[in-house]
């Protein structure tokens, strides 16, 4: 008999309950060991914020962020080397070039050298809204930025400079009907009510895919066709903020209707057609460390718009990073990212990748620890307040700050509050906390790094806290509540 007859007997591969990870380890680290004493004298010693931890007492999984932690692959190591670092026009920024263009399309990157830059590097997201922002900033005072959830930094690059971000949840984001899947979707009927009262104050509109501070939750394609359809009708652009675009994209391949047999390439070309411009960190769906961009669509309604806004970003980009042509990244990294945008539109890493953080927060699910679901693409989220629910916790103990001391200490796995304290500001006025819609802690999965056993003992670590929450005392404040973007710097002790 034939092997392959005999394979053909067999019940697929694929229908097996375990399957293979779709890639090898390439090169690991030895974790060093400290124990649950000694990680709690150093967190005390950083005021319990836990970006001031040493990543190398982590014995557990560090799952502060997917951000720049991405385990590169060998062909990105090997692209390093090729890393040409000339001062101007490095080998690599025409790579990019012809990258950016068949990843977002054509429109995104004009040839260099011809008529205005539209192509502009930055070393991270930040930056790139930073550009953007000061730029628009100068359009006048009291303007608004609409977005289905604007990220910390982008917020606060905003506000730095003027302005409202205003963010449009979902109706849906908050309930716990998991049969919604686009619960990162922009609230249109909120979107209507803005533009109708305040269109003449918005010189921009923001979509965040997927939507990072609404749990990590994807958005449609009908979402961003509509608010694309209703923001042009105001003349006002509309930019993606699109660092997850890929994990973004698969969602609609697999949960929106008409879409199933479409390549996650091609539907990344779809949602990009609907924008006329983003700003992106590639610490993300670019599978590198460092990397960020902004892009304006050639002709599109931003440029037209404001014509004089490419020419003053290039100036501001010399000025703050470099020659446009490197704009804050190194030949190097240049040749990474080159190859993890080819990379991450890969329908087996994709699907490897986004199953792993589902099961992550499926499993917590299981266990009764209350997760947002159905779980997103990048990352678990726990709701504090339901965590908490049943216990002494109140809004200003930040049982978020809590929970992710007592995990890092006790267990060594470290997540990240985005919730009361990070979305939250103290208001001098009035002297109370201005609290968000949203309380989160989010356990971010780095791309390529953990395995199941890793994320499995950061559930079992978190069953035991719930289990015991009602011991869980809270967090005072010692340092930093008035200040901006204060989750990054402040201290605290336990009450
Ligand atoms: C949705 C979103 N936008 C912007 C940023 C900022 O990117 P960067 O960290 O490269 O400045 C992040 C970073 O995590 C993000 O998640």
Known sequence: MKLKSLVGRLPAEQDLSVKPRPYLNHSVELKKLFTAEERADMLEKVGLNVFFFPSEMITGCDLLSDSGVTTMTSEQWAALHLGDEAYGSNRGYFLLKDQIRASFGEAFFNEPGVGDSNAFIFHQGRASEDALFTQLG???????IPSNGHFDTTGANIEANKMQAVNLFSEELLESDTNVRFKGNMNIRKLKALLEKSHDRIPLVYLTVTNNTAGGQPVSMANIKEVSQIVHGYGIPLFFDACRFAENAWFIRNYESGYKDKDVAIIVHEMFSHVDGFTISYKKDGLVNMGGGLFLRNNGLFTKKYPKMPGAIVGYQIIKEGHPTYGGLSGRDIMAL???????????????????????GEEMHRQDIPVVRPVGGHAVYVDVNKFFHDTAMGPEDFGGVALCAILLAGYGHRACELGYFSFGHFDRETGKEVLPEVNFVRFAVPRLRYEKQD?????????????????????????????????????FEFK
């Open 455 to 491: 994320l499995d003992s950061v559930v079992a670590a978190l069953k035991v806290l719930h289990e015991c929450r009602k011991e869980v005392p809270g967090v005072q404040v010692t340092y930093g509540r008035e200040l901006p973007l204060r989750h990054f710097k402040a201290r």
């Open 138 to 144: 100068k359009l006048g005072v009291g303007q608004i």
């Open 338 to 360: 080159v190859v993890g945008l080819r990379l991450v539109t890969r329908d087996e890493y994709l699907t490897y990748r986004i199953n792993q953080v589902s099961e992550f």
